[in-house]
């Protein structure tokens, strides 16, 4: 990782607080005019401005896009909290700026499409089941993840101007929602240019308003949606943007709505695609009024038939970071089926390709934040909370702190006793790709999974999709009975803790017996010791298009009762089973929780012999304990 120097000089003022004295700062973050004001203790700026003293106001800032297609450039509107230049001795303040499209005006009630279907789409069948309603504003915790308020609350006194933006064809900007997009990131990045004094920016009369009391160094941060715009912004290079803070936040739509080529929901939305987050966020007279076309659009083009990767979704995938200059600190929840863990991996990936300035936080919750008071203890003993770290770091990016958070540990992690612990990377360096040969003795009882040679007799077993009746925690229950409708393979009870760190990956041979497709799900699974009446463990999920079995873009037909390969790669876990456990793999097809659930009676064929479950373990082969 590249590391950066500092060049701005600290003094010591009353009561061993630094006050940073007027030297910029050499190469990373930009250097700029440090003022005499800001108190820092412990490597933190400090709360010494009055927030109830601080100046509000609301400016327009014209985007370059016109999504609404009306003639005019969409303009988005911000709201702005700062400490009032007296107060500051009129010096400049960086900006800590959250752009989200759930500010106002969301349409609560969007109809969408049942996933209750006669036959998979891309059988040629159709949806007979109609349309149905969606509470989402029940549903839609992550649009109160980041209130108004709690951002102001705590920077604004700390000597940071705080932006609140509302997406373009949101709320009170104009335009429409286009869900990811260029224009959606072109109309935030719009922001960081006006703040820089590149772009046009209005109040409610119309008459031009600039921002020349900041010095354009900006940090975005949000969770959920309001994550992934900083995503978006950042892989455009814009000046200005020095870091972001993406917390559950996506960095590909298309590994939101799909799974290598199937129609896959985010966790608890099920029915939920594209088009109905494009409602949502427009509001119900925007989406049925002059934005009824655009959405119209979105729904022909995300193409809920073949689930196939286009040209629609790759304007929407992130991960690409060679443009990014911003520093990135990740944050996500390892139990997090919403936003899904291959979100905050790939991402990662890519960062760590470009070496690009990163850190990373990992918790054991889900979909938000792993909450202000969670703390982690550093390895030269020194204590500090999330809110703590992420105030060091945007006072490093921002201020030019020089409090050394860049020479600390890159990644923190909540281990499953929920004590946080320390690493060097993620996923862990000693990880190692470990084969799990699934092994049958027989057609209908429960396999094995095996580092030694498979069974010389070749035994397939099959199963028959009910997946629309019978809910995946049933299907991975009993892992000891025969079931028609699911195939369990366990390890021999692992005799010490082993621990995965990265990606599982599947390699199934196959067979669809009397359908020309099916849904294709794989439950990674933690059985607990032998007697134990404890529920399963559901670790980590993937699931497939068997037409996609080439790549994610092509539908290639199967040809019924044939036997295939399949590979496919499960949502990155870092995960310890415990000693005396066993490690499972579930094979089944249909997913009431994720999938469109076709009527049942699809039969499946698999080849144990010829399947394996990969694992990324720490230590390698030695390590399993078996």
């Known amino acids: 990782m590249r590391r950066p120097r500092h060049l701005a000089l600290l003094s010591v003022g009353v009561s061993g607080a630094l006050i940073l004295s007027a030297a910029p700062a050499a190469a990373a973050p930009t250097a700029v005019t440090a003022p005499t004001g800001i108190v820092v203790a412990d490597g933190m700026t400090q709360p010494v401005f009055s927030l109830a003293d ?81 509470d989402m504003g029940v549903q839609r915790a992550e649009a109160k993840a980041n209130l108004p308020g709690s951002l102001d609350d705590y920077y604004v006194p700390r000597g940071y101007a705080v932006v609140l933006g509302q997406s373009v064809g949101t709320g009170d900007s104009e335009g429409c929602p286009t869900s990811g997009d260029q224009a959606e ?13 590149r772009a046009k920016g209005y109040d409610a009369s119309g008459a031009p308003v600039t921002a020349g009391w900041t010095t354009g160094a900006v940090g975005m941060t949000g969770v959920s949606y309001n994550g992934t715009l900083p995503n978006q912004v950042a892989t455009t290079g814009v000046k200005g943007l020095k870091t972001i803070v993406p917390v559950s936040a996506i960095s590909s739509w298309y590994d939101y709505y799909r799974a290598n080529g199937l129609v896959v929901a985010p966790g608890t939305y099920q029915g939920e695609d594209l088009d109905v987050l494009a409602q949502y966020t427009a509001g119900q007279a925007r989406a049925e009024g002059p934005c009824a076309d655009e959405i119209a659009k979105i729904t022909a083009e ?48 890519q960062l760590a390709k470009r070496d690009v300035p990163r850190k990373i936080w990992l918790h054991q919750g889900g979909h938000g934040g792993p909450g202000s008071s969670a703390s982690v203890t550093l390895p030269d003993g020194r204590t500090w909370t999330y809110k703590q770290t992420e105030n060091r770091w945007f006072d490093f990016w921002l201020w030019n702190v020089r409090n050394g958070i860049m020479d600390e540990p890159t990644a923190v992690l909540q281990r499953e006793d929920r004590a946080y612990t320390t690493y060097a990377n993620w996923p862990d360096p000693a990880a190692r790709e470990v084969g799990l040969r699934f092994a049958a003795d027989d057609a209908t009882a429960p396999g094995a999974l095996t580092t030694g040679k498979p069974p010389k007799a070749k035994v397939e077993q099959s199963f028959v999709d009910e997946g629309r009746t019978i809910g995946p925690d049933t299907l991975v229950a009993n892992p000891d009975a025969a079931s028609a409708n699911r195939l369990v393979y366990r390890s021999p009870a692992l005799t010490q803790s082993v621990r995965i760190s990265g990606r599982p990956e599947m390699r199934l041979r196959m067979a669809i017996d009397n359908k020309p497709d099916a849904n294709l799900t794989a439950y990674l699974v933690d059985y607990g010791p032998e007697g134990s009446t404890a529920a399963p463990t559901v670790v980590t999920r993937g699931w497939m298009d068997p037409q996609n079995r080439k790549s994610a873009e092509r539908t290639k037909p199967v040809k019924q009762g044939k036997l295939y390969d399949y590979r496919w790669t499960m949502e990155p876990k870092d995960y310890v089973f415990s000693a005396g456990h066993r490690i499972g793999v579930v094979v089944f097809s249909s997913d009431q929780e994720y999938t469109l659930l076709p009527l049942g009676g699809t039969r499946l064929r698999v080849a144990p012999s010829d399947s394996e479950l990969r694992l990324p373990v720490v230590g390698g082969r030695g390590a399993l304990g078996f």
């Open 185 to 197: 990131t072109l109309g935030t990045k719009a922001v960081i240019d006006w703040l820089n004094g």
């Open 54 to 134: 601080a100046i509000e106001e609301r400016v327009y800032v014209q985007t370059p896009v016109d999504t609404d297609h009306d003639g005019r450039p969409d303009r988005v509107a911000i709201d702005i909290s700062r400490p009032r230049e007296t107060a500051t001795q009129g010096f400049k303040v960086p900006v800590i700026f959250e752009h989200s499209p759930y500010r106002k005006g969301t349409w609560g009630d969007v109809p969408y499409p049942s996933v209750l279907v006669d036959d998979l789409p891309q059988n040629g069948l159709t949806d007979r089941s109609g349309r149905r309603a969606l």
């Open 302 to 349: 995300q193409d809920r038939v073949t689930g196939d990767y286009s040209k629609f979704w790759q304007e929407r995938d992130y991960y690409d970071a060679r443009n990014v200059k911003a520093s990135v600190f990740v944050v996500h929840g390892l139990n997090d089926w919403n936003v899904k863990t291959g979100h905050f991996a790939g991402w990662w990936d």
